[in-house]
């Protein structure tokens, strides 16, 4: 599963936030877990991002995805549904950038189509 898009060094001269130490040590962990797939650094970078660099915080997530990916296969599968991406292909989604004064994620949608046909 391991690809890349930047190169990881250049990821780490531009993200001041980001540590090696840090990317080296999730890799680790998720190395000594039996049910986990080995994933490389990149994919690393993106967990811990998403999760502000928070260490524990980023093996819950990983441990959580790549479960719920074994335990309902179904899920993951239906996103390559025909439905689903016509769902995908008819409207606009996306996580704001900035939380609530209550740490809530905002998700935003648009739909591209004022015509309710392109929704059945």
Not at 16 to 44: A, C, M, R, Y
Not at 50 to 63: A, E, G, N, S, W
């Amino acid at each position: 599963m391991a690809f890349n898009l930047v190169g990881v060094k250049t990821i780490y001269g531009e993200d001041k936030n980001l540590k090696e130490k840090d990317v080296k040590t999730i890799v680790k962990w998720v190395q000594s877990q039996p049910h986990l797939p080995n994933i490389g650094d990149f994919e690393v970078i993106l967990f811990l991002r998403k999760c502000h660099y928070r260490l524990f915080h980023t093996q819950t997530v990983i441990d959580t995805f790549f479960t719920s990916k074994i335990l309902w296969p179904e899920v993951f599968l239906a996103m390559n549904s025909p439905q689903l991406q016509g769902i995908f292909d008819t409207m606009i989604m996306m996580t704001l950038p900035k939380r609530t004064p209550e740490g809530y994620t905002i998700f935003f949608m648009k739909a591209l189509s004022e015509n309710m046909i392109n929704y059945q």
